[in-house]
């Protein structure tokens, strides 16, 4: 290998500071892209296709009869999930930035704010899920509170916001902590009170770099909808499981991945034009020459 | 009490004899030729014929934990390391017990026997299984068995109606009554599909991974009763809740016809043939229901939601 590589370097001349056409460069950097994506995909197709249980895999994870018919089952449920992550996420975008403010709060007065936030945040990023929306879901409706709700749908959203806000409180933090303490002191001498000088300088600045961990953060959300299907709700996930155990075949999660797919992928797109477009607007020159017109899958566009 | 259940006749042992003279949805043709004498089956079903998973070894496979009154603790002593709640090789429980004498019925002694935990997923996985059979009261149905071989009945249940005493669910009389209330199943159960396709509440079945789950949901009021089959209906009355009682059972699904449990066996597996020529063996010299009486607590007294 490494007595070779020398050689098949030598096939592809030296990168080039960026005198020579911009053009050409684009069309080589999309060919080389395009020929090895189609040698590593045949290579992979090749392997796995004539594997000697490929047709036992085929058969489980890629049967079109069941495909199409458990579809129809399984698309209805997906609304369950689309009606979760949308009011669970309007929540967890409130509550992680209440949470990330307390824990930026300045001043020995307020420790017990950023300790009670720093607990909150500690707790349920670490608090595997299942057993929050067992103990919730399930146990506290157990309780047989006079008053307390026992909707396992109420119960999912209320799970997901409190586990959810707890990591978009870190990505909050982290954006807050970006801004430089000169802003903040700028808006200071300029008679700002300190709120005044988070609302109106500190947080629109943090907020908006951290749009695209949010959003990673928000598609997350959307595939852990599926907890609530541990606490009765029927959901695409245990629609589709339920499929499964009626044919003793995989494909139906297929249909959950393909909704989930062309879910994320649009939004995925969106995160990578975000970040590009906050890439150019903060003026890297390094970022610039790369990313003028913007990347797709890495490759100039 | 697991995924897989099967629905049922109206009198559990009477069917069970039936069964033994032909019984409609379990074909037990495959045996006759062999003509079994005695308890034995036909010589290339002999462990030194027999391509099992380790040679001259049979694997036996099934979910951990595996529940009463299928897999039961030993009498005495800790279970086997790995085996927290029924411990199969005890021999205690219904399905230990129908394990353990079809392994005999194949001429396996007992030190050739080995079991091992398969995740209910897992049994039907593609590809080449760790097990020679697995059972863990999976219901046949005619999709499953594309996926997997799946054996003879070796077990005929009703589904019935587990509930809280004194909440008004308790006091049904028939399936129509039941319009109303909530109910909730395990996956994968056909007891899930018994309220989808039979009962057809009106508000959505809730689904649980577990009964414990679906019992938490009932004390709750999540839920107002849950379905399962009869002998996990006595049992998770009887051991898991405090106040529980079997409302009723219900009558074969028309549709589906006779459920009944099969074991899983890999696709075309060389074993199949001769594991139902020792399940109609066994049905046939009235082992079966011996072990059947044995372990599970039949009671003709609950009444029928028809």
Redesign the interface.
Known sequence: MFEEAPRNSGAIPPPRASQGPRIGAGARSLLIAATSTVVFFAAVALVVGNSP?WE??R???FDWAIFSASAEDILPKFWVNVRLFLIAEALILVLGLVLAVMRSLPGPVLFPVRLLATIYVDLFRAVPGILVI?MLG???????LPGVP???FFWGVVVLTLLYSAYVSEVYRAGIESVHPSQAAAARSLGMSQAQALRYVVLPQAVRRVIPPLLNDFIGLQKDTVLV??????DIF?QS??E???????TPYLVTALVFLALTIPLARFTDWMVARERNRRGSSVARRGSRRGRIFGIRA | MR??RALPAIAVLALLAACSTSGSSSPSDTAQSAAPSGSEVAAACQPDSLETKTAGRLTIATDNPAYSPYWEPPAEGDPTEGWDLGDPYSKRGFESAVAWAIAGELGFADDDVDFIAVP??TS?????KAFDFYLAQVSY?P??A???DMSEGYYYSNQALVANAGTPITDVTSMADLASYKL?AQ???TA??YITDVIQPDQ??????SND??I??L?????DGIVVDLPTAYFITAVQMDNGVVVGQFPPSEEQGQEYFSLVLE?DSPLTDCVNQAITSLRDSGQLDDITQEWMSENTDVPVLE
């Open positions: 249980g036992d895999f058969r489980s994870f067992f399930l146990g506290v409706p157990a309780l047989r026992n909707d396992p299907s541990f606490i009765g709700v029927v245990r499981q339920i499964q155990y009626a044919s003793f075949n995989f | 995924q897989f209910f997923d039907f996985a593609p590809g080449e149905t999709e499953r594309q996926q997997v909730g996956v994968g159960t899930y599909q959505e079945a809730a689904v649980y991974n789950a679906a938490e949901a004390n709750g009021g999540q839920i696709k």
